[in-house]
């Protein structure tokens, strides 16, 4: 990310298990006193993310999915007719050609799903990149003591901000699949059981099981926000 962050200090690696119990004998920092605009902007950006990820989960598992599995059946129904035609015989040609535009608008549909990734994607890295001068200008005014105090509960600006970068590299990775399982289902002559390992590994988001919003950042915040609303 940005290069500002380069002399931040913290651990290399974000947790999924935060500390889930106040320390009443620790004394409280200024910063956790009152909210100051820097707490607000902070968790406003978090829900944000959060609402990212799950329109991210939407379009993959909704639309992606039934694209993909629509197309699936398509050619399917399609093979089917044509083997049950006698030798010489040709097809009707209205079930064809409502096959063939069934077929191009679920390919239409997957390509949209991609582009909205994208969007979702550079999205994810505007709110992050944000933080990043949230914590720059914070840091500049209030000084790095008060970057490294906790928020809320024991997590930090300074720490919030130089973890949630974690978040990208699986969200990249999963929108780097999914492009390349639509390239794989865009040929006509994609055999039937390549379809479904296909459909199987979309459906699984096998780089968000481990490292997506849910997997990971969704406990933190409920423990370390204040004020953090319920997942949908």
């Known amino acids: 990310m940005s290069g500002r962050l380069a002399s931040f200090r913290g651990p290399s690696t974000p947790s999924s298990s935060p500390v889930t119990a106040r320390q009443p004998s620790a004394p409280a920092s ?30 993959v598992s909704g639309q992606g999915l039934k694209a993909a599995s629509s197309l699936v059946d398509a050619r399917t129904e399609l093979d089917n007719e044509l083997a049950m035609l006698s030798v010489g015989k040709q097809p009707a040609y209205p079930f064809v050609l409502e096959k063939l535009h069934s077929m191009e608008m679920c390919i239409e549909d997957l390509n949209e799903v991609i582009r909205r990734l994208d969007k979702l994607f550079l999205k994810m890295v505007k709110i992050i990149k944000g933080l990043e001068v949230l914590l720059h200008e914070v840091h500049k005014t209030k000084g790095w ?44 002559d994609v055999t039937f059981e390549e379809s479904r390992q296909i459909i199987a590994i979309w459906q699984a988001q096998p780089h968000l099981a ?22 949908r």
């Open 30 to 59: 200024p910063s956790r006193l009152s909210e100051l605009p820097h707490h607000r902007t902070l968790r406003s950006q978090l829900l944000e993310l959060r609402n990212v990820a799950y329109e991210w989960e939407d379009r």
């Open 145 to 188: 003591k008060f970057v490294e105090e906790p928020l809320w509960v024991t997590w930090s600006l300074e720490k919030f901000v130089t973890k949630l970068p974690y978040i990208l590299k699986p969200y990249r990775r999963s929108l780097e699949t999914h492009s390349d399982l639509v390239e794989q289902l865009r040929p006509h």
């Open 210 to 231: 481990q490292g997506g919003w849910d997997a990971v950042w969704e406990d933190i915040c409920s423990v370390e926000v204040d004020c953090w609303s319920s997942p």
